[in-house]
């Protein structure tokens, strides 16, 4: 199953919900890995979820998108298959894509942190200390 980009608006959550819902064996816990956008936290998405006990949501920290290095990926991606292109349709997009993991597949080096745990949470502290004295 394919992930989806943060929906817009909750009903398009809920849609993805019913369709793992409908595609998983119903003895299958699911867990799920979310941001912390709203529609996440819709009132109707939690109740939805209140009747399927076999949803487990995760969450990421907020503020801590330098955990996420499928982020450096997903910019490789668009810097080196996307941005440039020329799409008269959905499935020529989706052919570059599929172009592209196979080249990157075929030769696949892991990213690797340069950055010290220590350098890491002084910048967050930085960033809090400013964000206490704006408010």
Not at 100 to 118: C, G, I, L, Q
Request: glycine share 4%.
């Amino acid at each position: 199953m394919e992930a989806i980009a943060n929906p817009i608006r909750h009903q398009e959550f809920l849609s993805f919900l019913r369709r793992l819902d409908r595609e998983y064996p119903k003895d299958l816990e699911l867990h799920l890995i979310l941001d912390n956008y709203g529609t996440h936290g819709h009132p109707k998405v939690k109740a939805w979820l209140s009747q399927r006990p076999r949803f487990h949501l995760h969450f990421v920290p907020t503020s801590s998108s330098w955990l996420n290095l499928i982020e450096v990926w997903f910019s490789q991606l668009t810097n080196r298959a996307i941005r440039r292109g020329s799409f008269g349709a959905v499935g020529q997009l989706v052919t570059a894509i599929h172009r592209y993991m196979e080249a990157h597949n075929a030769d696949p080096k892991p990213f690797v942190w340069t950055a010290s745990v220590e350098s890491i949470l002084e910048k967050v502290n930085r960033c809090r200390a400013i964000s206490r004295m704006e408010h």
